[in-house]
């Protein structure tokens, strides 16, 4: 085979391409130039195989940080860098700074493993499938679309509403979430930020194998075990801190180490009052 992209960097590049089809494309790259080939670089052909095993995507108009979270769970990834940061497989993918010459804040470099199982593989890097935002990330409207408004509207019908779960936020959930905010004292103006997402998390019923303390209502580490947790499991997400068992453990510390990480937060592994208030949950203790 001639030069060519490594395959498991081709179903990484598909999938951003299937995710956000009208993204822009000015910054992509895999083949290095002549710079690149005087000296070391990853986009340059490997000398047995002339794969070349990292790939540049353009930020403009993707999710950027959702494609890091996904790079950095996929077992062929080596390191990404992006905005002046690098997260690497010999640091565990922990955040560093990123000190090299360019910056990185136009496109999110994946460079993946030699290793032919690895870089051949068609494993799914998850990009088609994740959350672009999770619930609180940003603030929500009438008219907003998105994994997020698909969030809000199931907490919704945990509360009693009858949405369908569609991603959009249209009249129905435009009516459903002024009444929410009206009966909650909060402005009935439709628009979900901060403060009617805590509310919104806040009156969703405890499940029956946990205890109902409500998120944001205590500092939660390790040992705690209680609806709050079950919370910070479920926020987090399965692939960073398990199953959703409300108990405390070293895997939801993991998992909350590496969300501190993601948002720039002292990484403690404790979850208090700036790693609430980084989920969106306003702090009530
Ligand atoms: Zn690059």
């Known amino acids: 085979m001639g030069v060519h992209l490594a395959p498991t960097l081709r179903v990484l590049r598909d999938e951003i391409d299937t995710r956000w089809p009208r993204r822009d494309r000015r910054s992509d790259g895999w083949l290095g130039d002549a710079s690149h080939q005087a000296r070391h670089s990853d986009h340059n052909p490997d000398p047995d195989d ?30 990404v860098i992006y905005n002046r940061m690098i997260w690497s497989r010999t640091r565990d993918f922990r955040a560093a700074r990123y000190t090299g010459s360019n910056p990185h804040d136009k496109h999110v470099h994946v460079s993946v493993s030699h290793q032919r199982a690895l870089e051949d593989s068609r494993r799914p890097w998850g990009v088609a499938a994740a959350t672009a935002a999770r619930l609180g990330d940003r603030v929500l409207r009438p008219g907003s679309r998105g994994g997020d408004v698909r969030e809000l509207q199931t907490l919704a019908n945990g509360l009693g509403a009858r949405l369908t779960v569609d991603g959009v936020f249209g009249p129905a959930t435009t009516a459903w979430v002024r009444s929410f905010q009206s009966a909650r004292d909060l402005t009935p103006d439709a628009v979900v930020g901060t403060r009617t997402v805590a509310a919104l998390r806040r009156g969703v019923p405890p499940a029956p194998a946990h205890s109902g303390r409500a998120a944001g209502s205590r500092t939660v580490r ?64």
């Open 50 to 79: 002339r794969s070349v095993n990292a790939v540049d995507v353009d930020v403009d108009g993707i999710d950027p940080l959702l494609v890091v979270r996904q790079a950095v769970a996929h077992p062929a990834t080596q390191y």
């Open 222 to 285: 390790v040992g705690r075990v209680g609806g709050d947790v079950a919370f910070v499991q479920r926020f987090i997400g399965v692939g960073r801190c398990g199953p959703v068992t409300g108990r405390f453990g070293p895997a939801t510390e993991a998992g909350v180490r590496w969300y501190q990480e993601m948002r720039g937060l002292a990484v403690d592994g404790v979850v208090g009052a700036a790693t609430w208030a980084a989920m969106g949950v306003r702090v009530t203790y």
